[in-house]
């Protein structure tokens, strides 16, 4: 790969705008969604009124990528849940499960049969409440895969940075589990894509708030791909159950996850300095490409985080990452803080294009 770009390619589509949920089940109550499409709205807008960014439709990718990293079982519920629950149930706008298979449940009486009852199944797919179907989430889960891996072109092309403004985001899916706002995992797919186009080793540095549980679970037992990651410690943290320091792989990716989980209020010099520990173990693990899981989560002001970042802060970030030197996918993560998330955006990705050619933010 060749690496000598100008502008920022921005892949966007709207698309996204299908998966639209009406309210989440959180905190033991129903409330607006945190995630919603004026999070992707906002950060278009001021992106758009930036020279820097030049934007670029997405590209039909199919499902093959896909299911190169996720149970094709879990791609061919999802197709098709929301209508079945119409059929059954509807009608409703939003579909989320009332009953969750827990390992626990069988404790000592063998392993779980999969359902086929849309009430049971939804259940046995997805790990969590907040993270509602609406008739459009498929397709807009499809299209936040191919803006992923749209942007894995723009770099495999040749440009040193690419981003996907993905929406919804993806790193909380696992292999056969959807949850936490995400139904595929956007950098998980795309870095599996540029190992199959030939990169011999890539990173994945996922920078949100919260654990990517479903990127550490999907590569935990390979050393071509290298999971590193930044969080709210789960002691305190969603999604609680993963991200401690001590989970660093298993079998041949034994040592290729390495977590680093931050204390509650962490703010700029603090977080800077876990970064760059961060890319010592991205640089030591001698990658040729990089998959950035950008959550900008980590603000001051986000209303479901508790680190202290400013604006200058992430745009510290992405210079320190710039530095690393890599052929770089930047994709969208969590975020929602949101008056302050499109100049976030911003600030966060003038920083990481800022080279030669690029004047940092003012």
């Not at 129903?30 to 999070?39: A, L, T, V, W």
């Not at 990651?229 to 290729?256: I, K, N």
């Not at 970030?317 to 929602?336: F, K, S």
């Amino acid at each position: 790969m060749v690496c000598d770009t100008v502008a920022v390619k921005v892949v966007y589509t709207l698309r996204h705008r299908a998966h639209h949920p009406e309210a989440e089940l959180e905190d033991s109550r129903f409330q607006p969604p945190f995630e919603h499409p004026g999070r992707a709205e906002v950060i278009r807008e001021v992106l758009a009124g930036d020279d820097l960014f030049e934007f670029v439709a997405p590209d039909d990718h199919g499902l093959a990528p896909i299911t190169a990293v996720h149970d094709p079982d879990l791609v061919a519920f999802l197709a098709t849940a929301w209508q079945r629950f119409q059929d059954e149930h509807g009608p409703t706008h939003d579909v989320i499960p009332d009953v969750f298979s827990m390992a626990r449940i069988r404790d000592g009486m063998g392993p779980a049969r999969r359902p086929h009852l849309i009430d049971a199944e939804l259940g046995w797919w997805c790990f969590e409440t907040t993270t509602p179907l609406t008739q459009g989430t498929y397709d807009a889960a499809r299209s936040s895969v191919d803006v992923a891996l749209s942007a894995a072109d723009a770099v495999l092309a040749g440009d040193r940075v690419a981003y996907g403004l993905c929406r919804p985001p993806g790193h909380h899916a696992s292999h056969a589990l959807y949850g936490g706002y995400c139904f595929f995992n956007n950098a998980a797919v795309s870095a599996q894509y540029l190992r199959d186009a030939g990169v011999a080793r890539v990173a994945v540095l996922d920078v949100d708030y919260h654990h990517g549980n479903g990127t550490q679970q999907i590569f935990y037992d390979r050393d071509d791909v290298v999971f590193v990651s930044l969080h709210g410690d789960p002691e305190r943290a969603y999604p609680y159950h993963t991200g401690y320091v001590d989970e660093s792989g298993t079998g041949r990716g034994r040592g290729a996850t390495f977590n680093l989980p931050l204390t509650q209020g962490c703010d700029d010099d603090e977080y800077l300095s876990a970064l760059s520990t961060a890319l010592d173990s991205v640089t030591a693990a001698g990658v040729d490409a990089l998959v950035v899981s950008l959550g900008l989560d980590t603000f001051m002001d986000d209303p479901i985080s508790d680190l202290g970042l400013s604006a200058d802060g992430l745009e510290r970030c992405g210079r320190v990452i710039a530095e690393a030197g890599l052929p770089t996918v930047v994709l969208q993560e969590g975020g929602y803080a949101s008056d302050a998330l499109g100049e976030n955006a911003r600030r966060w990705l003038r920083g990481v294009a800022a080279d030669g050619h690029n004047e940092p933010a003012r």
